[in-house]
């Protein structure tokens, strides 16, 4: 079955980077549209990035576009953001996605399986 393993998470001071890995199984991974959202209790999940099945084609939410960095290494079935100039309010649970298709999409519900997250804190 689909397996999808974060890691990176932690806690940094505002300012700081870190850079989350989704590692992706039991799927043709090369084939498929990555996403990444997050979620902070009590609220909506919400969507941070998204990249199509080659790497050519990425997308970013308004509050993280010049600051993370969605990118991909098919060979290693892995999918990735880099996350600079990190800010109290990027803290959150992040989730890597896969998407039903090849292209990029910020839409919840266009994602058929998620990882089981990885804590960000960002302390001021």
């Known amino acids: 079955q689909v397996q999808l393993v974060e890691s990176g998470g932690g806690l940094v001071q505002a300012g700081g980077s870190l850079r989350l890995s989704c590692a992706a199984s039991g799927l043709i991974f090369s084939t498929y549209g990555m996403g990444w959202f997050r979620q902070v209790p009590g609220k909506a999940r919400e969507f941070v990035a998204s990249i199509n099945w080659s790497g050519s084609d990425v997308e970013y939410a308004d509050s993280v576009k010049g600051r993370f960095t969605i990118s991909r290494a098919n060979a290693k079935n892995t999918v990735y953001v880099q996350m600079n100039s990190l800010k109290p309010e990027d803290t959150a649970v992040y989730y890597c996605?896969?998407?039903?298709?090849?292209?990029?999409?910020?839409?919840?519900?266009?994602?058929?399986?998620w990882g089981q997250g990885t804590q960000v804190t960002v302390s001021s």
């Open positions: 996605a896969v998407r039903l298709g090849y292209g990029t999409s910020r839409h919840e519900y266009e994602y058929a399986y």
